[in-house]
């Protein structure tokens, strides 16, 4: 079996363009591949398309690439976060394919599973499937490109006709993936909420590149375990597991009585 591990993040991404698409796990600040973003980041490789449920904060997770105008468009489904992203969408400097959560994670999993594209119920009668939903504006604010009409077609479910509007599938030329275990082969475990959107990217991605907290030897993790296996991963970097970890709101519960 091939030893898929790299000795650096820098090195890892190294040879990722300008121009290129990635796919990049996260949800939230839970699971963002930071060491690979901040490598790319350091590299100053921009015109960026990237595929992510959301786009960080101003100064953390993809954010840092945004902060740079290293990011041309954005494929997300919750952008609520970010100041700057807000900023450079509504002044015309960033397209966003504003997509559907549940739609979003199905893109990239199709995508990773080699479907071309699948129909849904989610987004029937709205601009998602209709179209002129704003993709990009033009900085008197008016509408550059909107989203175009979707097919919708109607099938039998349950006994019932309901109409499904037709999605395709998303890949991507690179992927950036946070994991907490990974074995040298590539075999991959996560954490909790890390989990939520890492491995679809990880799988949309034709160069799938990893962060792994700690690294060890094949056979070491139970298959059992194994969340996403070797075979949709390409380059490993262990990064350790004191790496910095942010919390996008912490809340406290007031006592009863306080």
Request: aromatic share 6%.
């Amino acid at each position: 079996m091939i030893d898929k591990t790299w000795t650096s993040a820098a090195e890892a991404v190294a040879d990722i363009p300008d121009g290129a698409s990635l796919a990049v796990g996260g949800f939230g600040l839970s699971g963002n591949p930071m060491a690979l973003i901040e490598a790319l980041h350091a590299r100053g490789t921009g015109d960026l398309s990237v595929v992510s449920n959301n786009c960080g904060v101003d100064d953390w997770g993809l954010g840092i690439l945004l902060g740079s105008r290293r990011i041309r468009k954005m494929t997300s489904s919750y952008v609520g976060e970010n100041k700057e992203f807000e900023r450079q969408f509504l002044e015309g400097d960033l397209e966003l394919e504003l997509t559907p959560q549940g739609t979003l994670a199905e893109k990239l999993r199709a995508g990773g599973a080699g479907i071309a594209a699948f129909f849904t119920q989610t987004g029937v009668g709205t601009q998602v499937a209709e179209g002129g939903l704003p993709r990009r504006y033009h900085a008197d604010g008016t509408v550059a490109v909107g989203s175009p009409v979707k097919e919708v077609r109607s099938f039998d479910l349950r006994g019932e006709q309901r109409e499904f509007v037709l999605e395709e599938s998303i890949t991507t030329d690179y992927a950036l993936v946070h994991a907490a275990i990974g074995d040298r082969h590539g075999n991959l475990v996560f954490n909790k909420a890390a989990r939520n959107f890492n491995p679809l990217a990880a799988m949309a991605g034709r160069v799938c590149i990893v962060q792994v907290e700690k690294l060890v030897e094949p056979g070491e993790i139970d298959p059992d375990r194994v969340h996403l296996p070797g075979v949709y991963v390409h380059r490993i970097v262990e990064v350790g597991d004191d790496i910095e970890k942010r919390i996008e709101r912490r809340t406290v519960r007031t006592q009863e009585g306080a």
